[in-house]
Each structure stands twice: as C-alpha cells, then as structure tokens.
C-alpha cells in the first residue's frame, strides 16, 4: 500500500470519527479534505484552497435555485396552500375505504411539487393529516407509516433539492433531471396508493361521503399550486427557462399569491426569508465540505482505485450497481439523504459511467435508494420528524407502519432498473 493509500484510509477513519463525535458533516468533510489534501500536496495549496473553495461556491450562480427552491416550499406552508391540496385530496378520494390514507398520499405528492424536502413534507402532513386520521379510527402505526412513506416524494418528485445538488456534483443538467423524476414520482404515488389500500385493507375505516359540489370546491382552492407547478416544471420542459430562473420565478409568484389572498403579511414573509436562509446555509456548508473533501479524494485517487476494485470483483454492470445500491442503504441507516449524496456520489459516480449507465437514469435510481434511509432504522429521518410531533406515537409502531412501503420501494426500483426507458423517455423528448 502507498503513502497517498494509506492517507487516504486515514481521511476516511478520521471523517467518521469526527461524524461519530457528531461534528457536522459539512464541517468533518472540510477538516479531513484540506489536512489530507494539505499531507499529500502541501500546506500552501491547501490553505489557499480553503480561500478560495467557499467563496466560488456561495457564488456560483447554477447553485441559487436551492435558497430559491427552499424559500418556496416555506412560503408555500405558510400560505396553507398544503391544507388545500390536503382537503382537495380527501374530497376526490376519501370517500371509500382508507381513502383518507390514499388522500394523503396524494397531498404529499401535491405538496412535494412545490417544497423539494422530504422532511417538510413529512413535518407539514403531520399537522394536517394525522389529526385527520386519528378522528377517522386510524391506527397510529397506519397513519404514521402512511405520512412517512409520503414525505419521502419530497425527494423525488420535482423540484427536488437532492436532485439538483446531485445534478451540481455531478455537472449533470438539473432541469434534465426534474423531468426524469416525474414518471417515477407518479409510480410512487400510484404503488403507495396501491399499498394503502392492498396492504391494509379491511383494517382501514370507511371513507366520509364528499358530494360533487364540495368536490370541485375544494378541487378550485388548488389552483395556485397548479399554477406554481406550470411555472417551474413545464417552464423547464418546453425550455422556456433554465431551472435556476423558474426556481427565482416559483418563489417570487408564491410569495405574491400569498400577499395577494391575504395569508402572508410582512413579518411573516420576514420569518419565511429566515428559515429559508438557516436551511439553505446548512445545505451551502455541505456542500462547500464536500468541494474540499472531494480535492482530497482527487490527489489520493480513491475513485480511480474504487472503480478498478469494483470491476475486478467480476460482479458485472448490475451486479456492481446492486452493490453500490446496497452501500447507500446501509449508510442511510446513519446519514441523511443530502449528507449521503454529497459524501457517496463523488466517489462511485465515476464507477457508474465506467459501467456505461446513464448519470440521469442513476441521479433517479440513487435518489429513489436515498429514500429508503428516510423510513429505515435506527435513524429514518422522517420518522423522527413525525415522532417529535405526534409525540403520542412511539418509534417502534412508526417503523412497523412504514415496513409495507419499504417493499413497495425495493420492487419500484426493480422495475426502474429493469425498465429505464421510464426514467428517460421523458429528458429524451425534450
């Protein structure tokens, strides 16, 4: 083993110690990128990487469509327009047996349109959902696992904020790879749907009767997310805009639906600027850690020697992209979806073009992996989120709850790996 292998071992063991001692990530990846990068090149270089690497991020211009994304979804929340497309949902499926969990389902996905975050979508349907569903005889573990499972569209569906950094990088378009989520995003929604209603079953208490009149009523409160959705993703199809300028374009128009319905009054578009702020400066600081781990790896050639390790093991294309699919599940069990991007996908990214397959149809897959992290022990983030607001509800019947769409997960990804062209006609018919 080289000098340059065994820094490289060391980076790796130092940067999990430091997770482990609960540093930040963003933080633990900048410490071990410029020290590693410091031992193998020089302490000069390295320090002027450190000048220099933070700022060429927070100023790259591809890179503003996530404060702008992130700013959408809270200015979304706080005009309630999540409560409308909850009450739109339940009034078009929520009349018959577990139709209150299917509308569920379909809020978070409604909702995942205009947020981009798996754990807002989680938070915001567990204040409006689950009361809903404990007054209508829902079992806790039923309508936790649902809302769990939902908020993972977060993710997927378009705009998502995992994508795009994902797409940053691994200098793929981002408005390529919003469109690519669509098709599978709409298969999630439709087999969580499925698993709602085949799972459970007659466990499920009867749906409440909505007449056509409250049906469009409610359907007619939906329209400004309708028309948030032709802003930013049909924008982006027919190439009207860049991802960047509908992100801009999405949240200056839900910040002026709001102030033109009355829901949004200045403090509380002051507060959604600061949350929007602390989330996107979260993001910002992994992702500079990131850039200067990802030097590191550069010097020490870790991706080069990964890649031939992988192909030398026979597994062939699948077999290896089973392997790597299985890394990511097990790290989800200890990282978040983003932290598990920006640490995971520069080091097999260049694995996968090795192998031949396309870096969108493996943003998707890679994103729809992420995803099972999200609803698996012993982290689950969405989990958490949901246990510290229905506090009533233990962790153990939340992970029971969502166990069914952890299956229907695994057989969505077969069938996207086995079936590509559902991922990619849509980015080819651009």
């Not at 007619?220 to 860049?242: M, N, S």
Request: proline residues 4%; aromatic residues 10%.
């Amino acid at each position: 083993m080289s000098e340059r292998d065994l820094i490289a071992a060391g980076g790796f063991v130092v940067l999990f110690l430091l997770m482990l001692i609960r540093v930040p990530i963003g933080v633990a990846m900048g410490i071990v990128g410029v020290g590693g990068f410091g031992m193998v090149v020089g302490w000069t270089p390295a320090l002027n990487l450190l000048a220099t690497s933070p700022l060429r991020t927070v100023t790259d211009f591809n890179l503003t469509l996530i404060p702008f994304f992130i700013l959408m979804g809270v200015l979304a929340t706080r005009s309630g327009m999540s409560r409308e497309l909850f009450r739109a949902a339940n009034a078009t499926l929520g009349s018959f047996r577990g139709g209150l969990g299917i509308a569920t389902v379909g809020a978070c996905a409604g909702f995942s349109a205009i947020c981009g975050s798996s754990v807002a979508t989680a938070a915001t349907m567990t204040d409006i959902a689950y009361p809903e569903m404990k007054r209508a005889g829902y079992r806790d573990e039923v309508a936790t696992g649902v809302i769990a499972a939902g908020g993972t569209l977060g993710i997927l569906i378009p705009p998502s904020v995992v994508l795009a950094v994902y797409g940053y990088i691994t200098e793929q378009d981002i408005g390529t790879l919003f469109i690519a989520g669509i098709v599978p995003g709409i298969l999630a929604v439709f087999m969580y749907m499925a698993t709602v209603r085949l799972w459970f079953g007659s466990k499920l208490p009867s749906g409440a009767a909505f007449s056509m009149r409250e049906a469009f009523a409610a359907l007619r409160g939906v329209w400004a997310v309708a028309l948030l959705f032709i802003a930013v993703i049909v924008t982006i199809y027919f190439g009207i805009a860049t991802a960047t300028e509908a992100a801009a374009v999405g949240a200056v128009l839900t910040a002026l639906i709001g102030l033109a319905r009355g829901r949004l009054r200045l403090v509380s578009l002051l507060d959604s600027l600061v949350e929007a702020l602390r989330t996107s400066v979260a993001i910002y600081t992994i992702l500079i850690g990131a850039i200067l781990f990802g030097y590191f790896l550069a010097v020490t050639q870790v991706p080069q020697n990964l890649t031939q390790f992988l192909i030398d093991l026979g597994f062939g294309s699948y077999g290896t992209l089973i392997l790597i699919m299985v890394l990511f599940v097990v790290m989800g069990c200890f990282l978040d979806a983003m932290a598990m991007i920006i640490l995971m996908v520069p080091i097999v990214f260049p694995v996968i073009l090795e192998l031949g397959f396309d870096p969108i149809w493996f943003g998707v897959i890679i994103v729809m992996t992420v995803e099972l992290g999200l609803i698996t022990p012993p982290i689950g983030m969405n989990v958490f989120v949901i246990n510290t607001i229905a506090r009533d509800v233990k962790l153990g019947s939340i992970f029971r709850g969502v166990l069914p769409f952890v299956v229907t997960d695994l057989i969505r990804l077969a069938i996207l790996i086995l079936l590509p062209g559902l991922v990619l006609f849509l980015p080819h018919s651009m």
